[in-house]
């Protein structure tokens, strides 16, 4: 009897040990038809295992028993449980995936698929185009079209930013081109300030010589080609769309000044004896040293903190007229000096007609008239 249950102990814990290891699980993946799946991706759950079925929808996989495989692609996500056996056969439903068609806008408003187009064409929409809100069109392109570099500034720096510039691919001569035409619902514009980023349905950018051959030399270094938006047929309804933006702006990035040495072109500072007929307030500072505020240097006596007249201190009226100050490096003195800048980009109203057609540009002027009436 004893022998027994040493045997059936020993069997207990061989097949624990034979349940508790990977081993080789084949499976196949099929749909509801029978057909296989190809390139479909098998991971057991939570980790990083996993392996793809080939053009037989068959793949091969090391699991242990209770391990859970998900398997996607193809198909509609399934979660499979590895039992004792070695070979699964799985079936899923197939996966559908619908994609609309991107359509390009090109020159007299014609518009076509983007695999009809016989030209280099990139197409933003007006929802990528305002992910984050920006003051111009030019900034919300950034980064958003391949061959796209926009060369612009903080709109918080002194005098008008502008709305900055912008290259693309195909440029002509060495001397680097110029901008892009702007073309909104078939006009050029010669500002593109003139057109709110909430109002644009989507953008189409044309770059270099596909834009020359529809919109002629004025095209010559590629065309943003703009369509508005506009009333849509069959819709009901009147709308009011209010947007509203903030920017926060802050230093990035400054000049590596060295911290060192103070103003001055000598490490000697200079004693300084009061003598009647100098100002009263200068007789505190008698015995005290300065540097050479004169040389507009920064290679003056090395800061570790002596005691030293600043140039304020000679001037009356503050708290800190006759009083010394220590020598010491000021690594934040010139971030210091920045305020955080705040752009608020102002609030622009759409208005949604949904019973009558207009175009883009009337939409604008149709705008701006009500906009005019409501604040009066």
């Known amino acids: 009897m004893r022998k027994i249950i040493s045997l059936l102990t020993m069997l207990i814990l061989f097949s624990a040990m034979v349940l508790g290891q990977n081993r080789t699980i084949t499976g196949k993946v099929t749909d509801e038809t029978g057909a296989p799946v190809p390139s479909a991706s098998v991971v057991i759950k939570n980790t990083r295992t996993g392996a793809a079925t080939d053009n037989n929808g068959v793949f091969r996989i090391q699991a242990k028993t209770g391990d859970v495989l998900v398997i996607t692609g193809g198909i509609e996500l399934l979660e499979v449980t590895v039992g004792t056996e070695s070979n699964l056969t799985v079936k899923g439903k197939r996966s559908v995936v619908i994609q609309s068609e991107v359509v390009v ?113 004025q095209g010559a270094r590629g065309a943003i080609v703009i369509t508005m938006k506009k009333a849509k047929r069959g819709a009901k309804g009147f709308g009011v769309e209010m947007n509203l933006g903030v920017q926060a702006d802050k230093v990035y990035i400054l000049p590596n000044y060295q911290n060192s040495y103070a103003g001055g072109n000598t490490s000697d500072m200079y004693k300084y004896s009061w003598k009647p007929g100098a100002p009263e307030l200068w007789k505190q500072l008698d015995g005290k040293y300065y540097a050479d505020y004169s040389d507009d240097a920064s290679w003056g006596p090395r800061m570790v903190g002596q005691e030293y007249i600043p140039w304020y201190s000679w001037y009356d009226g503050h708290k800190y007229a006759g009083t010394t100050a220590k020598l010491l490096p000021q690594p934040n003195n010139a971030r210091d000096y920045y305020n955080t800048g705040s752009l608020l980009i102002t609030p622009s109203a759409f208005l949604k007609p949904q019973k009558m057609f207009l175009s883009g540009l009337d939409l604008i002027m149709w705008k701006h008239r009500v906009l005019s009436q409501l604040q009066t």
């Open 105 to 217: 806008t090109s020159a007299y408003g014609m518009k076509r698929t983007l695999r009809n187009a016989t030209v280099n064409a990139q197409v933003v929409t007006g929802d990528q185009l305002n992910t984050i809100r920006q003051t111009n069109l030019n900034s919300a392109l950034a980064g958003k079209v391949s061959g796209l570099q926009v060369r612009s500034q903080s709109a918080a720096k002194l005098g008008n930013a502008g709305t900055g510039n912008i290259r693309l691919r195909g440029e002509t001569g060495f001397a680097g081109g110029g901008d892009p035409i702007y073309v909104v619902d078939g006009t050029i514009l010669p500002n593109i300030n003139d057109v709110n980023n909430d109002d644009i349905e989507d953008v189409t950018v044309l770059q270099g010589p596909s834009a020359a051959a529809i919109f002629g030399p």
